[in-house]
């Protein structure tokens, strides 16, 4: 009976860390193709307009398919506006203006950033506590994301202005992360909570693009509309969605690990549809990161 039991643990624990890994992987696969997906979109619209649409798009699809339990929350939107504020127009929306001064590999790679913000927030205040075993992972991402960095500074035209944007972008991206457990409590309707954060953080970006003429003109040419569908749906609904239920199963700091992956995907996107040469320095850091991916999210 305790031998079975024991099998019976073991082999719900490894169903858990499969479905864990599986989600980072896919959210860190659509997280690379936004990057991409916004750097070609910007050729035909201002950030704000870009990343604005993206969010009030998937806002309003995700609130529609959730209205009937928006009433029963109406105590955590406060705080699903301020992780909204955070997430949406702090990182997404300053991300989306500083691409045009960036090559998309080099804001995935300052994205990468975020754990170590997330994890070192943890240290000081003592919130976070980790094992050896993902201290070591932690390290081996850091290690694959110099490697990539060292790859990716001369690719694309990269100013400064675009590094202090996105650097800024990343502080709010992990104070989000931080205080995502404090802002989306446990046993939050994921969709919901996604959807509330989205469409609040879409106003201001929506705001400024107005306010300074930042708005297409009357029609949206087809490959935008390609562009944003992606962005709205995969990126956004299905993305911010996978990336709430990650923070979700293994905690802020240990989800914020899975920022490291999308640099490294971006590489063969880049390839793929931004004409990006990959060098064999790209293809070595994917080893560190995958390894990392794997132990970082051990229970």
């Not at 109406?74 to 991300?95: H, Q």
Request: aromatic share 4%.
């Amino acid at each position: 009976m305790t031998l079975t039991s024991s099998t019976d643990r073991a082999d719900t624990a490894v169903r858990v860390r499969t479905v864990t890994l599986l989600i980072a992987v896919t959210w860190a696969l659509l997280w690379a193709g936004a990057f991409v997906a916004t750097k070609l979109a910007l050729h035909h619209a201002a950030g704000t307009f870009v990343v604005g649409v993206r969010c009030a798009g998937a806002g309003l699809v995700l609130l529609a398919l959730r209205r009937r339990r928006l009433r029963t929350a109406r105590t955590e939107l406060l705080r699903w506006s301020v992780a909204g504020l955070l997430t949406n127009t702090g990182y997404l929306g300053v991300m989306g203006v500083a691409l045009p001064h960036l090559s998309a590999g080099m804001a995935a790679v300052l994205s990468a950033g975020t754990p170590l913000l997330v994890l070192g927030a943890g240290a000081v205040t003592g919130s976070s506590r980790l094992r050896a075993v993902h201290v070591v992972g932690l390290v081996l991402g850091v290690g694959g994301i110099v490697l990539s960095a060292l790859d990716r500074l001369d690719a694309g035209a990269i100013r400064g202005r675009g590094v202090a944007l996105g650097v800024c972008a990343v502080i709010a991206l992990a104070a989000s992360t931080y205080l995502t457990p404090r802002l989306v409590r446990p046993g939050s309707d994921p969709l919901l909570a996604t959807g509330w954060q989205a469409l609040v953080g879409a106003v201001p970006l929506l705001v400024a693009a107005a306010a300074t003429g930042a708005l297409p003109p009357g029609h949206i040419a087809g490959a935008l509309a390609g562009e944003l569908v992606f962005l709205i749906f995969g990126a956004s609904v299905l993305g911010m969605t996978l990336w709430l239920l990650l923070i979700q199963r293994v905690g802020p700091g240990r989800a914020s690990v899975a920022q490291f992956m999308p640099p490294l995907f971006s590489v063969a996107l880049g390839m793929l549809f931004l004409g990006e040469s990959v060098s064999l320095l790209a293809l070595l850091a994917v080893i560190p990161v995958a390894v990392s991916t794997v132990l970082t999210t051990r229970p």
